[in-house]
């Protein structure tokens, strides 16, 4: 007879895995393709259940999916469910969700439905939307674990001021993703929930920090996501499937009730910014956002309200944009280095200003971000693994 050792963390992942299996059940799909492509496949459509299911998930503006709501085309609960079957597909095929939040948002576009039929009116310039969150943000009754084990089953007293101003809006959150351990990494792996794969290619990474809004929204799963970045951990992984992410400035958007790793780093503050599958999407999320004032609620954002005459006039004229292609670590590929410059030219060709960018420098930048990143010592992110003993993820300890 043989004995399994299993250590405490583990028991706790198991738990937590468990619970978040349970509520995914009632939607998953079986027999299911792990290559992506099929998923966002045209010719493919039965395989994400109803038409209407297909149809609503195709749909990757959310101001034409809010028209189609005051139209009553689709009720608030329609369009929900249809994401909720579709972020589980997703979730099937790269291990992207760590907290389902189907119930409460089931129970959400409900209300919405009935105060739309008793009103005629819709609840908000997002009424029905569905949106993601890296598990950075904090929601009511559901945990924010960071993917470290010793923080599971410890829900959130209270709403992000960002899932707060949404909430007010009428947009419904209805998953929470995953992230790296320390969030601070490239690639999207912790040991409580595990790897997230590409959305594409189950042998190839999403990136990170915010690898698994990227994922969801690549196939699909989600028609606009919140993330964090600081150093790339929108940009990355939305440049990796493909998509559109923004980092604005630091403090543009609230980040109260978003947990980080590294507590009282402030000298390279991070950014709380939209992920989208449509460029439009991610102008008007903005411009709402600014417009709801969320200085208000987050004292550390910027009082600056949208300017519209600012934004058209900026869309008037040329852009500068920096090119690298090489910045003395690491050099492009010949043939990426091919389509830079040809896409250089053809910008320039269209009147903006491409400016070479010199990258001397850059090095020691590096070095003193660096320094900050770790001024204490990593001593936030032990004190997290060491709560429930869990291992520390190879990338991590390679980077310490």
Known sequence: MTQTNISPWQNIVARKREARNKALKPFLTDNLNHRGEWVVSVAERSQTGSEKTQIITDISSIEVLHQQL???????????????????????????????????????????????????????????????????????????????????????????????????????????????????????????????????????????????????????GSVLGFGTDIGGSIRIPQNMVGLYGFKPSSSRLPYYGVPVSTEGQEHIPSAVGPMARDLSTIIHISRLLAQSQPWKLDPRCAPLPWRDDMFLELQSRPMVIGLI????????????????LRLADKLRALGHEIVEWDTEGHDECIAIMDAYYTVDGGEDIKRDVAIAGETVCPSRRSSS
């Not at 292609?325 to 830079?340: A, E, K």
């Open 70 to 220: 005051e139209k009553g085309v689709f009720t608030a609960e329609d369009v929900v469910l249809a994401y909720i079957k579709r972020a589980t597909i997703a979730h099937q095929m790269t291990n992207a969700i760590t907290e389902v939040l189907f119930e409460d948002a089931l129970k959400q576009a409900q209300e919405l439905d009935k105060t739309f039929a008793e009103t005629g009116r819709l609840q908000g310039p997002l009424h029905g939307i569905p949106i993601s969150l890296k598990d950075q943000f904090n929601v009511k009754g559901h945990d924010t674990t960071l993917g470290y084990v010793g923080r599971s089953f410890a829900p959130a007293k209270e709403d992000a001021v960002l899932v707060q101003i949404l909430k007010d809006m009428g947009a419904v959150p209805f998953v929470k993703t995953n992230l790296p351990q320390s969030i601070m990494w490239c690639e999207t792996e912790n040991p409580l929930f595990g790897l997230t794969l590409h959305p594409m290619d189950p042998e190839l990474t999403p990136g990170g920090s915010t690898g698994g809004e990227a994922a969801l929204l690549a196939l699909h």
């Open 325 to 340: 292609v090489d910045d003395g670590v690491v050099r492009v590929h010949p043939h990426i280095r091919r389509h830079l």
